[in-house]
């Protein structure tokens, strides 16, 4: 995603009341606003603290909906999800919407834990709120595809931070959690803070003071200004933290869609000059609008004197973003590159933060003959995670990859994704590339999307017999009223237990399970055999 030190996931968090200069220390807290019953409220999604909680309501829809993450300000330091009311929350249930509202570990406590630096604990409790979020999308019947956060001041600098960081997601966790991914379809934003480093803060805006707590130098009665110039005297020293945690060290091309508003600034921005609101300047919000534009990256910056007049705010933002048509979930996304092993250490780096779709190309046991029965759960975990969470922008590039593992997967995505946009690379690949297993899945998509019939047909001649199989596949599917995609991707949304994958042992009686006929009629395994043929296809090979 893009060049960053890491050190061990869509967020939404909007303040109800106008912004103002978070001040330290505990204040009495308000009342909180009349807010529609949680369907799961104070839902635990970590053991080391108590404000690790999640409420959840549920927007009512038969299929997945998306969802949005609200995250409370405060300066890391205070607030509450129970600050968020109904005129936060019901918008986004009207337009079938789920919401989640998060609590997290604050500055404070993070430090009395020996969490270096402090703010790591805030920002990696919002993006474990995000994976349980995820792990819980069959239950709480929500598209883990479609998740977009918010929040104002330091709840929208940890939702942006959400949104430029790499994936966080560790494939081979033995937490079920762990694997799930960090990433967001978008964010939109309110007073963000977007950088961390003093030296950068003092030449955009003069008189800056936030941020020293962040990185542990908050002491009982040391102002805000006095943490600000310890931060700025140890700047070398904590140097790799401020590019970890400062959002605007994290952009590449690769990120979703970000709106920035500022709606407390008081005269148009200058930069170096002094502010009225200095914490929530809308000089953050320029200086990382130009950062993701230059990256290609959808930037919508928004305050008094220059209002956005596309989307109008930020509930209506998201609501554009994740009511995105079908099957294009995140065709606004930017395009981007498939990443390359940026990130903490260069090429030798782990892959725990890389895509899917990198991790699939750098498999141990890559799709081939040799490895029939090594790596295959992998290579299925990977799938789910390829189709669930990368974007079609991204799949349409990967068509074109050297490695032809990374081919075949993109090119079976695209079809279960119903992308039409690329048909034509399809075809060209149903026709014409050199490894069978990828013309089978380009003739495959081709059957989903019921498109390129001329293709389809050159396939049943060709050369090796499984494409010809697909093809007379893919006919029948050209012919047919039925959305074979559509029934594939709804299988993927509702994801997949890892544990389970391998329970079936061949000589040993087969687990009972529901599947689905190829007219869309449900059977029971356990009513149909011995009585009638089936087949079963086992998912070994990138399927």
């Not at 038969?62 to 936060?88: C, F």
């Not at 990185?215 to 020293?237: D, Q, T």
């Not at 050199?434 to 013309?439: A, H, Q, T």
């Amino acid at each position: 995603m893009m060049s960053r030190i890491s050190f061990s996931l869509l967020l939404l968090t909007i303040c109800q009341s106008p912004l103002v200069a978070q001040a330290q220390g505990k204040k009495k807290a308000p009342k909180p606003p009349p807010r529609p019953t949680p369907t799961v409220a104070d839902f635990a999604y970590g053991k080391d603290s108590p404000r690790q909680r999640i409420d959840f309501w549920q927007a009512k829809s038969e299929r997945p909906t998306p969802v949005v993450l609200l995250i409370h300000g405060g300066g890391w330091q205070n607030g509450d999800k129970t600050g968020y009311g109904a005129s936060m929350i019901k918008p986004f249930l009207d337009e079938g919407i789920s919401v989640a509202a998060i609590n997290y570990r604050f500055i404070n406590q993070a430090m009395e834990q020996k969490v270096e630096p402090p703010v790591k604990a805030c920002l990696h409790d919002a993006a474990r709120a995000l994976q349980t979020i995820r792990s819980k999308a069959r239950e709480w019947n929500i598209d883990p595809r479609r998740v977009g956060a918010t929040g104002s001041s330091a709840g929208a600098c940890t939702s942006l931070w959400l949104a430029l960081h790499d994936d966080l997601a560790d494939a081979k966790s033995d937490d079920p959690v762990a694997r799930q991914s960090s990433r967001l379809t978008c964010a939109a934003v309110s007073g963000a803070q977007t950088s961390l480093d003093p030296k950068e803060l003092r030449e955009w805006i003069a008189n800056s003071i936030y941020g020293g707590h962040a990185f542990g130098f908050a002491a009982p009665g040391r102002s805000r200004a006095e943490e600000f110039e310890m931060l700025v005297a140890n700047r070398e020293k904590v140097l790799p933290w401020i590019k970890e945690y400062s959002p605007i060290e994290l952009v590449s091309r690769d990120d979703p869609p970000i709106y920035l508003d500022y709606p407390n600034q008081k005269a148009p921005p200058v930069i170096g000059g002094k502010e009225a609101d200095p914490t929530h300047s809308a000089v953050y919000g320029v200086k990382l609008a130009e950062r993701l534009k230059a990256a290609g990256v959808e930037a919508v910056l928004s305050y008094p004197g220059a209002k956005d007049e596309k989307y109008g705010s930020v509930i209506k933002f998201l609501i554009a973003k994740l009511k995105a048509a079908e099957g294009d979930k995140r065709s606004e996304s930017p395009a981007s590159p498939l990443p390359s092993g940026r990130g903490a250490g260069g090429e030798g780096a782990s892959l725990r933060n890389a895509s899917p779709l990198e991790r699939y190309r750098k498999l141990e046991f890559p799709p081939k003959d040799a490895n029939f029965d090594k790596g295959w759960k992998d290579r299925v975990v990977l799938e789910f995670e390829i189709i669930n969470g990368a974007d079609l922008r991204t799949l349409r590039a990967a068509l074109k990859d050297e490695n032809s593992f990374v081919r075949a997967v993109a090119a079976r995505a695209l079809g279960i994704l119903g992308d039409k946009q690329s048909a034509d690379a399809l075809a060209e690949l149903a026709k014409g590339d050199p490894e069978y297993f990828v013309r089978i899945r380009a003739v495959e998509s081709l059957g989903y999307l019921k498109m390129k019939s001329e293709a389809i047909e050159a396939a049943k001649k060709d050369r090796q017999g499984g494409v010809r199989w697909v093809a007379v596949m893919a006919e029948g599917q050209l012919k047919s009223n039925i959305d074979y995609a559509a029934q594939v991707r709804k299988a993927f949304a509702e994801g997949i237990d890892s544990e389970a994958i391998g329970s079936a042992v061949v000589g040993k009686p087969a687990p009972d399970f529901t599947a689905q006929t190829s007219d869309g009629k449900l059977f029971k395994l356990s009513d149909v055999l011995g009585k009638k043929p089936i087949a079963i296809y086992f998912a070994a090979f990138d399927g």
